[in-house]
């Protein structure tokens, strides 16, 4: 009974309990309302499912018209996707590791010495040679436009032929590495045609009516500062 506690100790003790179960309300109210969004910490393009609608081709069963394609898919800005759309050039039957040693080592070369790309990398300009000792053993891949000798192993798909494809072709740019490769989020200056000869290659594209809620860091570079991992 709080009656024979001397004068004075009742204030106390009932502030010190007041106070106490205070602080233990504010200490757990927070933790019970933490989350995250999905996506929250992880890879670009984590965030939701996919949207939208990719087309894919067929190559072996015939390429679209070079006018049809034109109008479903460059003037629409729409990508599709075309399997085996280089499926006879003569670079997949040559171009093993032994074949670029021995037929263009001497070539030189443009590296980026980091997987990940970093647009503040300078890079490094080796021989093609040298290149193809060190990439399965270290941080490395080339990319470079496509050398001059290497054009004769290589064919522009036939629908992509007449004048307004080929008069407007600016430069053919040439990728190969150990895989695990990946670049910063970015906008290019011209429509690409993206040939996966060897491995795999994940896209993830962004329509362009998203490009502002983005908010690009170097516009004049024309990419994003993201970390996309």
Same mark, same amino acid.
């Given at each position: 009974s709080f009656s024979?506690?001397?004068?004075?100790?009742?204030?106390?003790?009932?502030?010190?309990?007041?106070?106490?179960?205070?602080v233990l309300i504010v200490i757990f109210v927070p933790a019970v309302q933490a989350t995250h969004p999905t996506g929250h910490l992880e890879k670009l393009g984590s965030h939701q499912?996919?949207?939208?609608?990719?087309?894919?081709?067929?190559?072996?069963?015939?390429f679209p018209h070079p006018v049809d394609f034109y109008r479903r898919y460059v003037e629409r800005q729409r990508p599709v996707v075309i399997r085996q759309a280089v499926a006879s050039i003569p670079a997949l039957q040559k171009w093993?590791?032994?074949?670029l040693e021995e037929e263009y080592g001497d070539v030189e070369i443009g590296i980026e010495t980091l997987k990940k790309e970093d647009r503040n990398n300078p890079g490094e300009l080796i021989p093609l040679q040298e290149f193809l000792q060190r990439y399965k053993k270290e941080d490395i891949y080339m990319? #470079?436009? !496509?050398?001059?000798?290497?054009?004769?192993?290589?064919?522009?798909?036939?629908?992509?032929?007449?004048?307004?494809?080929? #008069?407007? !072709?600016?430069?053919?740019?040439?990728?190969?590495s150990s895989g695990g490769t990946s670049s910063v989020l970015h906008v290019d200056q011209y429509e690409n045609f993206h040939c996966v000869v060897n491995g795999y290659k994940a896209?993830?594209?962004?329509d362009r009516q998203y490009l502002e809620r983005i908010g690009m860091d170097n516009k004049e570079r024309g990419y994003y500062e993201m970390d996309v991992d």
């Amino acid at each position: 009974s709080f009656s024979k506690w001397p004068v004075g100790w009742q204030p106390r003790l009932y502030t010190m309990l007041h106070v106490t179960v205070r602080v233990l309300i504010v200490i757990f109210v927070p933790a019970v309302q933490a989350t995250h969004p999905t996506g929250h910490l992880e890879k670009l393009g984590s965030h939701q499912a996919s949207e939208g609608h990719v087309d894919v081709l067929d190559g072996a069963a015939g390429f679209p018209h070079p006018v049809d394609f034109y109008r479903r898919y460059v003037e629409r800005q729409r990508p599709v996707v075309i399997r085996q759309a280089v499926a006879s050039i003569p670079a997949l039957q040559k171009w093993t590791d032994k074949f670029l040693e021995e037929e263009y080592g001497d070539v030189e070369i443009g590296i980026e010495t980091l997987k990940k790309e970093d647009r503040n990398n300078p890079g490094e300009l080796i021989p093609l040679q040298e290149f193809l000792q060190r990439y399965k053993k270290e941080d490395i891949y080339m990319v #470079d436009s !496509l050398p001059q000798a290497m054009h004769k192993d290589w064919m522009i798909p036939h629908f992509l032929l007449c004048g307004g494809y080929t #008069d407007n !072709l600016s430069t053919i740019y040439s990728w190969l590495s150990s895989g695990g490769t990946s670049s910063v989020l970015h906008v290019d200056q011209y429509e690409n045609f993206h040939c996966v000869v060897n491995g795999y290659k994940a896209f993830i594209i962004i329509d362009r009516q998203y490009l502002e809620r983005i908010g690009m860091d170097n516009k004049e570079r024309g990419y994003y500062e993201m970390d996309v991992d």
